[in-house]
């Protein structure tokens, strides 16, 4: 079939449609362009350049691309260019629509970036609580940065609040006396034993979401208590009550929602936590 169908053919067809798909111009006639970037599975998806797929993925001079990573396929190498080489800057600034939630935006971002070493973005998302979440933070460990999306109910609590999961967002990625939440403050067996019947003792056991994301919440918990200067306090748990009560999607009776993670079950963790976090059970120098 390629030999009774030549790739010379095929462009020559084009041009008479006035068509020129083998041309970088004809992507971008502008000379701007807007890049597109996939998420999921990197083993599900495999890239490769024009040149290998007509190359039919043999003989190939040049090592296949397996994810398009940022920007990584407009080079012939492969290597990642300068950000400025790939892109050059125009001045161009995308237009941003004013909104009533801009300054507690700002002023979230800046939370963010107290508890957090790495660069810090964040954007207002006005359909994140149709999925059930009031905030969603994306880090990517090749290029380590948040991007951070918050819903307006966020920015509309109150400040304690949004301060509170600035630091749950930022510090889980911080590290305590050279050590990670998971190896600074994760239980061991007979904490995670006296967890479980203080859960039993409240009629929460078994927990309502798998048991180690219960044990990481509580340790990051304890993680930004001792990083910081916050603590959960009835405010915080009296704000997130009236937001179940009055959310349309969620069911108001206190025993429907996820008390494997609600708040005011770690208040109580957290009066009880010299139970939990002690000489006597934990083990770790």
């Known amino acids: 079939m390629t030999g009774r169908f030549t790739h010379e053919m095929l462009v020559d067809y084009c041009r008479h ?5 083998f041309e970088d111009d004809f992507y971008v006639p502008s000379g701007r362009a807007v890049l597109i970037e996939l ?23 040049r090592r296949v691309c397996r994810e398009p990573v940022e920007w990584k396929q407009l080079t012939p190498s492969g290597e990642y260019p300068a950000y400025d080489e790939a892109f050059p800057m125009t001045g161009y600034k995308p237009f941003a629509k004013p909104t009533p939630w801009d300054d507690a935006r700002a002023e979230f971002e800046q939370s963010l970036k107290r508890y957090s070493s790495h660069p810090v973005e964040v954007s207002l998302s006005v359909g994140l609580e149709d999925h059930g979440t009031l905030v969603y933070p994306l880090f990517e460990i090749t290029n380590p940065r948040h991007d951070v999306s918050v819903a307006p109910t966020l920015l509309e609590a109150p400040a304690a ?9 930022g510090v889980r990625h911080e590290e305590f006396n050279g050590k990670s939440v998971y190896d600074a403050f994760y239980p061991n067996r007979k904490q995670m034993a006296v ?19 219960v ?10 208590r001792m990083t910081t200067d916050l603590r959960l306090t009835s ?3 009296d704000w997130q009550n009236a937001l179940a009560q009055a ?3 969620e069911l108001a009776a206190p025993d429907k929602r996820s008390h494997s993670i609600s708040w005011d079950f770690r ?5 009880k936590e010299d139970t939990i976090w002690n000489a006597e059970l934990d083990d770790r120098a």
Do not use: C, N
Request: no cysteine.
């Open 235 to 237: 405010d915080l748990v």
């Open 17 to 21: 449609l006035g068509l020129e798909p």
């Open 267 to 271: 208040l109580h963790i957290q009066e």
């Open 161 to 169: 609040v949004r301060e509170y999961i600035a630091a749950l967002i």
């Open 215 to 224: 044990y990481f919440t509580l340790a990051l918990d304890k993680m930004i």
């Open 247 to 249: 959310g349309p999607k």
């Open 195 to 213: 967890i479980r019947k203080l859960y039993k003792d409240d009629g929460l056991y078994p927990f309502h979401q798998p048991s180690d994301g």
């Open 39 to 61: 998420y999921g599975d990197a083993h599900e998806r495999e890239g490769h350049t024009l040149a290998e797929a007509r190359a039919g993925y043999e003989d190939l001079t």
